[in-house]
């Protein structure tokens, strides 16, 4: 959420935002002004009555002393009077400081000034390549042919139990599965990491702190009678793990990992793009976060970006750095970089982590602060947080990269001591 002061200052620039991230209308720069004055103006007039009302108290006593107990009735009238005044006055504040939230609540965080202006992927830059594509001297197979090949993930089965989306794992596909989760895990801790094992629903309140609501609530799973959200990512519970809290600046940074599974509705994808391990609606990640003093944010981002990185290199995955462009970055980020992985047997990239700082805008939703000394007053921290990695597509990959003209899969040395095995076969 951005701070009311910016908008107040820079109403161009938050509209351009707006626009460069085509999240809504601009006119709700206009409303939100508009709320604005009209909160401040109710609250500049309920502090002249109650300043008038305790005048008038004052008064009452000295005129009754005096034994002039007409004028005091008077004033007596008058404070009854300015009471009332005052209620509504309240509930005018209330009401509009309510609207001015829900306003705010709309608005999307502004882009940081180097991040490209574009409105679709095509307009993002590709920063860097890494690693060699894979070379074969036969026709690769997709990995949903693999998996169905070496008895490694049951879509049909998934489908049947919950629906299209949800797939089983089964045998040495499960035990990749795990390798990968504790191979994620134990880099992340050998890199600075503590390791939380986070609550997987979370309340309206924590949905709201990271941003997932209002924004993305189309996209959420929800369990109505209860009122909590599955979580779409650990970012969510491990971000708000210090919400309205109060942190001693001596402990910043604060990096935290977690691995989850994660529930997305992902509606409106059609054809290879969802196909087999490509988007589903239940998946496992680990994730990194990253709470931070506002003068390293940028430092840590590039970190953050470089753990994410380490891993795949450690996989011995090609990929690429994509440095998000407005119109592709999100509604909560300031800056974000997309990883994405070479896949052999779709001849196509795959995303496989977003690295993202939001600056305050999340902590500012969730009121987590710090104090730069004992008696400083408190300030807003910067939240940041990227995969490290999620692990469809990394399997995708993992699968297709490194397939054999005999059929089997060779696994990269660095899995071997988590899943007990070199080869699928």
């Known amino acids: 959420m951005l701070d009311i002061d910016t908008v107040r200052n820079d109403p161009q620039r938050v509209k351009e935002a707006i626009r460069a991230k085509d999240t809504g209308s601009p006119d709700m720069v206009d409303e939100l002004l508009d ?44 404070t009854g009077r300015l009471k009332d005044e005052i209620d509504a006055l309240k509930d005018e504040v209330e009401e509009a400081e309510t609207k001015q939230r829900e306003l705010l609540l709309k608005i999307p965080n502004v882009p940081h000034p180097s991040v490209p202006v574009g409105a679709t992927e095509d307009d993002n830059e590709v920063e860097e390549t890494l690693g060699d594509k894979p070379e074969f001297d036969f026709e690769p197979a997709p990995h949903w042919e693999l998996t169905d090949q070496h008895d490694l993930v049951d879509f049909e089965r998934g489908a049947k139990v919950t629906g299209s989306g949800f797939p089983f794992y089964t045998g040495r596909g499960a035990r990749l599965q795990r390798a990968l989760q504790n191979f994620f895990l134990e880099r992340a801790r050998d890199r600075g990491y503590r390791e939380i094992q986070a609550p997987l629903f979370v309340n309206p309140e924590s949905a709201e702190g990271t941003g997932q609501l209002p924004d993305k609530d189309d996209l959420m799973y929800r369990i109505p009678r209860d009122d909590f959200f599955p979580i779409p990512t650990a970012e969510v519970p491990l971000t708000n793990f210090h919400r309205d809290e109060i942190l001693d600046g001596d402990d910043l940074p604060l990096k935290y990992c977690g691995y989850t599974p994660c529930w997305r509705r992902e509606a409106g994808s059609y054809g290879s793009d969802v196909r087999g391990l490509n988007r589903l609606h239940q998946f496992d990640k680990v994730e990194l976060v990253h709470i931070v003093h506002p003068d390293e944010s940028y430092r840590a981002l590039e970190s953050l970006l470089s753990d994410a990185e380490s891993a795949l290199d450690a996989l011995g995955l090609p990929y690429r750095r994509l440095l998000m462009c407005t119109g592709d970055m999100g509604f909560t980020q300031a800056k974000k970089y997309d990883l994405e992985v070479w896949s052999a047997g779709q001849e196509r990239w795959l995303e496989v982590s977003s690295v993202s700082n939001f600056e305050a805008f999340q902590a500012r939703r969730m009121q ?43 696994l990269p040395e660095v899995l071997h001591p988590y899943t007990g095995f070199a080869q699928i076969a």
């Open 368 to 410: 987590i602060r710090y104090r730069p000394e004992p008696e400083a007053k408190p300030r807003l921290v910067h939240t940041l947080n990227g995969s490290g990695l999620a692990f469809p597509r990394i399997v995708a990959a993992l699968l297709e990269n490194n397939q054999q003209a005999d059929g089997t899969i060779e």
């Open 35 to 78: 709320v604005d004055e009209a909160r401040r103006s109710a609250i500049t007039k309920k502090e002249d009555a109650q300043a008038r009302k305790n005048d008038l108290s004052s008064e009452i006593g000295a005129l009754k002393r005096e034994g002039k107990d007409e004028e005091a009735q008077k004033r007596i009238d008058e």
